[in-house]
């Protein structure tokens, strides 16, 4: 069954603590994408990654972090610099198509800060 | 300006009705402009893609970029309830980008049975 998982599905954390989110891919997908989206903001792009060991901040990044050791993973990190972290978050693999990196969602993880 | 522009909705039609929804965008660098459609709680699922200006057909859903009027439209003919979800346009730069992707905030539609 292939596909992208984000686990869990729910996260509650108190304020201070940092707190992980997974994203795993068995696509074969290159590239993967963390966003974050909130009530009438859209999507906006917190990293990315094209190739293991390697990634770039997109505009949100302050306040998280990441890595790439797999191919298959690309864990994010929301630490307590974060100033609002509560949001869905979504992480997205993507593979180069005619020119173009067709991104594929994962279900998203909802994360809550008290 | 926002780079991408989309009117939030709340969009709500009967059942059988011709939808169309609609993104502007001030980036003429834009060439790939996608489509996504998500339901409640759920990730985005991408329903389809066209490159430069023209018209792509799949199905019930057709989409349009007009790039001298920086304007996009996704139709939905004989719409069904299964349809209502948000819907989000997309945008990406010059062939062989990066690949961010530049969102709308999407349009709720509700199809009423």
């Known amino acids: 069954d292939g596909g992208i998982t984000q686990s869990p599905k729910y996260l509650f954390r108190k304020e201070g603590q940092n707190v992980t989110l997974s994203c795993e891919q068995n696509?074969?997908?290159?590239?993967m994408y963390w966003y974050r989206q909130d009530p009438g903001q859209g999507l906006r792009l917190i990293y990315y990654s094209q190739i293991v060991n390697d990634f770039q901040k997109g505009d949100i990044a302050e306040g998280y972090s990441v890595s790439r050791e797999k191919k298959e993973s690309f864990p994010l990190t929301v630490t307590s610099a974060q100033k609002n972290p509560t949001a869905f978050y979504l992480c997205?693999?993507?593979?180069?198509?005619?020119?173009?990196?067709?991104?594929?969602f994962g279900p998203g993880t909802r994360l809550t800060v008290t | 300006q926002k780079e991408v522009e989309q009117d939030p909705g709340p969009l709500s039609v009967p059942e059988g009705a011709i939808v169309s929804l609609n993104c502007t965008y001030s980036n003429s660098a834009f060439q790939y402009f996608m489509w996504y459609r998500q339901y409640s709680r759920k990730g985005p699922e991408l329903l389809m893609y066209?490159?430069?200006?023209g018209n792509k057909e799949d199905g019930r859903f057709t989409a349009q970029v007009d790039k001298s009027s920086k304007y996009i439209s996704l139709f939905i003919r004989d719409s069904q309830p299964s349809d209502s979800a948000t819907y989000l346009c997309a945008m990406s730069g010059s062939r062989g980008s990066q690949g961010n992707l530049i969102f709308g905030k999407g349009t709720k539609l509700s199809v009423k049975p």
């Open positions: 066209t490159y430069s200006s």
């Open positions: 997205a693999s993507g593979r180069l198509a005619g020119g173009l990196y067709e991104q594929y």
């Open positions: 696509l074969n997908h290159d590239a």
